[in-house]
């Protein structure tokens, strides 16, 4: 068995390590020092199917015009068309172009158009191109008193990238956590006929109904050239992380967002611990000047990542639970100490609750922070070397059914108390509040999302722990409580029939045909996901293990292991073999 105090003493140095990192590769790569022969990967460095994605050129504009012109080309030419990011942090295969579509497709990349075109203090708005980050929104807005109200966690984030796939904080109050329903006015480039030399600039306000669709876009309707966001004064907020027993989580889903305006609950289910995120606005003049470094985060040494890693495939290689559990016990009891990150005055947690400008705490990111250092440092799932490597599985549930949903779980593990420490080992499932959203791609209701994250193998034929439990409260979330997907995260499985849980999904279709008639923008991938096409399923030896087929008596789901379910599940309808989803 690992030794447990090695493990301990990793952390202890790893909270304590303050470096900065190897910044993140860009995720595009080509030939000899050229635009041409590309390749692009995420920032995990694996796609769900783990396919390589090429193209034979990428383009770096800086410009609005050059996208017209780069948009305009392409469109006259009928070549295919991909938008990359800076860091490309979607997991699903949103950028890439289908085979066929290789030796001619482009990627055009963001990294460029990353300019902050307008602070407005007396209209409390930002302007800025989308290859902007989260980190520099946040930063800017906050030097001329403005803030963005609701965010994501991670400064890496761009605003093209975020609004394209509905990321979001956590937020019942307001309009809501999504930033995409924040968007004052937007400039898209699209294809269009000869009669406008190939391209168009889009001009979109707020109450326009292309708005609505534009706002979740995937990337399919063009490329975001500009987004103007409504900001709100900078304020302070009060934030105590309240340890409890998940015995109340089921009750307390539907009404603690309504009582703490950024609340948020961080659950460990195999311990029955969850961690109550109290958050609320204070008045300015209330003392503190707290900052959030979240350590998960942070700049981490190559060193420590190789020994959580190589501890974790031992302990899968020996079908280790208790050993998983232990190890997971050690990392959130050095989280709480730790206080998450979360300090008084910039530098050392005193106690709670923590006080400071709500720009200081909303997000972190500090890994991009970041010198060169030849990876000595790097970001925690940086695939240059030997770190995190894992699946995400995000969903939100309505608030009517979470308390079902939450249930459900908790009886996994009373079957299986040792099944779901591998979640603690990624510090739990965070659950988020969203509200319901006029983009036609939103969220359709409010509801809870559940962000899960697992290990995931560097065999796509090796079963995990465990997987079986995992597998079912993703079934369980998408086929009995009718989830709807992060379209940032997730295999394959759960954007299976997905899109016919959004009501306006036609209306998204009219705009996409009239923006990209010629489906410049789209892929064989992103139209499966739509609904247009078949083929989301990918069914082949050991399919389950990545998400990529659901279980049935026809599909042997693992390598020379039989079915992927254990015997005496039950099938249901040919898709789901679990104990509860059949209920």
């Not at 410009?63 to 080309?73: M, P, Q, R």
């Not at 080992?425 to 659950?431: A, D, F, K, P, Q």
């Not at 379209?487 to 036609?506: L, S």
């Amino acid at each position: 068995m690992v030794n447990t105090k090695i493990i301990k003493l990793t952390l202890i140095f790893f909270m304590i390590y303050s470096v900065k990192s190897s910044p993140p590769e860009d995720p595009i790569k080509c030939s000899y020092n050229t635009n041409f022969n590309c390749t692009i990967t995420n920032s995990y460095g694996a796609f769900p199917d783990r396919a390589i994605c090429k193209a034979s050129q990428a383009i770096y504009p800086s410009t609005e015009e050059e996208v017209i012109s780069i948009v305009a080309n392409a469109t006259r030419e009928k070549r295919k068309m991909k938008i990359a990011t800076r860091f490309s942090h979607s997991i699903p295969k949103l950028v890439c172009l289908d085979n066929d579509d290789q030796d001619r497709g482009l990627l055009i990349s963001t990294k460029y158009l990353n300019k902050i075109l307008r602070i407005d203090q007396e209209d409390m708005s930002i302007t800025v191109e989308s290859g902007v980050t989260l980190k520099q929104l946040i930063s800017e807005a906050g030097k001329a008193g403005l803030v963005l109200p609701y965010a994501p966690y991670w400064w890496g984030l761009t605003i093209g990238g975020l609004i394209g796939t509905g990321a979001h904080g956590s937020s019942l109050w307001g309009m809501g956590s999504s930033v995409h329903d924040y968007i004052m006015r937007l400039r898209i480039v699209t294809p269009a006929d000869a009669s406008y030399n190939y391209a168009k600039v889009r001009i979109l306000e707020n109450g326009s109904s292309e708005l609505n669709a534009v706002r979740v876009s995937l990337g399919v309707l063009g490329v975001v050239s500009q987004v103007t966001l409504k900001l709100e004064r900078v304020f302070k907020c009060s934030i105590t992380l309240s340890e409890r027993d998940d015995s109340n989580l089921g009750e307390d889903a539907s009404t603690f967002g309504r009582q703490h305006e950024f609340a948020d609950f961080t659950w460990y289910p195999s311990q029955r611990k969850v961690i109550y995120r109290i958050d609320d606005r204070v008045s300015a003049n209330t003392p503190g000047n707290a900052f959030n470094d979240f350590f998960g985060f942070r700049a981490t040494p190559s060193l420590v990542l190789a020994i959580l890693r190589t501890t974790e495939e031992y302990q899968e290689s020996t079908n280790d639970a208790g050993g998983k559990c232990s190890s997971a016990k050690l990392i959130t009891s050095t989280l709480k100490i730790g206080a998450y990150g979360l300090t008084n005055n910039g530098f050392t947690f005193t106690g709670y609750p923590v006080v400071g400008l709500h720009n200081r705490v909303q997000a972190s990111g500090t890994c991009l922070d970041s010198l060169e250092d030849a990876t000595i440092t790097t970001c925690p799932w940086d695939h240059r070397v030997k770190g995190l490597f894992f699946h995400q599985t995000t969903f939100s549930i309505s608030l009517s059914k979470v308390k079902g949903f939450i249930e459900d779980v908790q009886k996994l593990v009373v079957l299986e108390p040792k099944s779901l420490c591998v979640l603690d080992l990624y510090n739990g499932i965070l659950m988020r509040y969203v509200t319901t959203s006029n983009a036609y791609l939103g969220k359709q209701e409010d509801g809870l999302d559940f962000d899960i994250t697992y290990y995931r193998s560097k065999d796509p034929m090796s079963p995990r722990l465990f997987e079986d439990i995992i597998e079912e409260v993703e079934q369980l979330a998408y086929f009995k409580y009718g989830a709807l997907p992060h379209w940032g995260k997730n295999r394959n499985v759960a954007f299976i029939g997905a899109i016919n849980k959004y009501k306006n999904v036609d209306k998204f279709l009219k705009v996409k045909q009239s923006y990209d008639q010629l489906g410049l923008f789209s892929s064989e991938w992103t139209n499966q996901v739509l609904g247009l096409k078949d083929g989301l399923t990918i069914v082949k030896e050991g399919c389950a293990l990545e998400g990529l087929c659901i279980c049935s008596e026809d599909i042997h789901c693992a390598p020379k292991k039989g079915y992927f379910c254990r015997p005496g599940r039950i099938y249901k309808d040919a898709r789901v073999c679990t104990r509860l989803s059949s209920r």
